[in-house]
């Protein structure tokens, strides 16, 4: 134990003493989750639109005015034919156009069917598909009650659960947590044993008492404390900056991110292991690990829209679990009787490594 601690010590001092390896490990943090919070949001806010009132009654008029007071859109723009709505478009000064009928005050007041015509901006799909999404919520909010009595007496009442102001927070901070941990846990940990190797200090621990799961240990308790700490600052970041409470239970969710934070760990040691050089470390760090937690574990893309093989290769990306356990933990409330599954596929992808990190590591320089 003696040992250990002194190994454990001689890592703290290589760490700590590289003040700019210091402000990237707190720093970038920070900077992720003020990114994905606010600058990268997938909240629609004062999109510009234009309306085209070929109606032109006061009930028209009150639809405008509430549609402008909103917070997701910005009338920008009064037209006065369609020929102007398309050139509005091609200039992109408006995302979207609603069209108010001729006749509609009419039809509404005699419960005939109305419609009122949306065209949006198809160049991006995802934020077309968005304002659509905002604008019909708000046309029914405004209408429904009205027009759907005089066909069926059904009215539809809409609940966003988690998350009724759609905000973006709550989607982007637990893939946020994934990625900075997984980013920082293996590529610190990736140089930790190369590094031995480039400074050849790698003979006095081969000729040493310890044992290869000893100086395992040693290179990975100083990042995953950092890592516990980093957690804590990101968890305080998204309740204070972001608004988004923590709704299950917190103790639980650290346990989960320790499971995690290990698995990283021992991932990044590994491919120390298994390369001689820190460029090459980082490298695969960067490209087998950062990129597949992009686009396979559920945070940018949804899995479920991927083809087959990719879905079962996403399987093995141990942020996907984590990241679904966050989703669960921290927004829905969920306990463990949820996600004992995904904390059980953690743990063993973290012995897994554990041992093979273990039967990898040479005792012998080449």
Same mark, same amino acid.
């Given at each position: ?9 001689? %890592?703290?001092?290589?760490v ?27 909240e ?5 639109i ?8 006061q009930?028209?008029?009150?639809l405008?005015?509430k549609?402008?007071? #909103? ?10 034919s ?10 992109g %000064? ?26 949006t901006?198809?160049?991006?799909i995802? /934020?077309?598909n ?11 909010? !405004? !209408? ?5 009595? @005089?066909? @069926?007496?059904?009215?539809?009442e809409i609940?966003?659960? !988690? ?17 900075? /941990? ?15 190797? %480039? ?18 240990l040693?290179?990975?308790? +100083? ?12 968890m ?33 040691? /590994? ?13 695969? @760090? ?15 893309? +949804?899995?479920? #829209? ?6 079962l290769i ?6 996907? &679990?984590?990241? %679904?356990?966050?989703? #669960? ?10 996600? &004992? ?26």
């Open positions: 134990m003696k040992q250990l601690l002194i190994f454990v010590q001689k %890592e703290f001092y290589h700590l003493r590289d003040k700019r390896t210091l402000l990237i490990l707190f720093g970038m943090p920070v900077v992720q989750v003020l990114l994905f919070g606010f600058a990268l949001s997938t629609v806010k004062n999109t510009k234009g309306i085209l009132d070929q109606d032109k009654t009930i028209s008029a009150e405008i005015s549609i402008n007071a #909103n917070q997701y859109f910005d009338v920008d723009k009064n037209l006065k369609i020929n102007q709505a398309e050139n509005s478009f091609k200039g %000064e408006i995302k979207m156009i609603l069209v108010i009928p001729q006749q509609f005050t009419e039809n509404l007041i005699l419960g005939k069917k109305t419609q009122l015509q949306l065209i901006d198809g160049t991006d995802n /934020l077309a968005q304002i659509y999404n905002f604008m019909s919520n708000i046309l029914m909010d !405004y !209408y429904g009650q009205r027009t759907l009595q @005089s066909f @069926s007496g059904v009215q539809p609940h966003m659960l !988690y998350n009724p102001q759609l905000k973006g927070a709550p989607n982007f901070v637990p893939g946020v947590m994934a990625l900075i /941990l997984l980013i920082i846990c293996v590529l610190m940990t990736a140089v930790a044993i190369v590094r031995e190797k %480039e400074s050849g200090t790698m003979e006095v621990l081969l000729v040493s008492p310890m044992k290869p799961s000893t100086i395992i040693a290179k990975a308790i +100083p990042y995953f404390i950092l890592s516990m700490v980093i957690l804590i600052s990101i305080i970041l998204s309740v204070t900056l972001l608004d988004l409470p923590i709704k299950g239970n917190l103790i639980l969710l650290f346990l989960v991110s320790t499971i995690f934070i290990i698995t990283n760990l021992l991932l990044g040691i /590994l491919i120390s292991i298994l390369t001689d050089t820190q460029q090459v470390a980082m490298l695969i @760090s960067l490209v087998g690990t950062m990129l597949p937690t992009l686009m396979l574990s559920g945070f940018m893309f +949804p899995i479920e #829209n991927m083809p087959l093989p990719l879905q996403s399987n093995l990306i141990p942020a996907k &679990w984590y990241y %679904e356990i966050v989703k #669960n933990v921290m927004i829905k409330g969920t306990g463990l009787e949820v996600i &004992w599954k995904q904390t059980l596929i953690l743990f063993a992808m973290m012995a897994l490594l554990f041992v093979i990190a273990v039967k990898k590591f040479k005792v012998r320089l080449e």
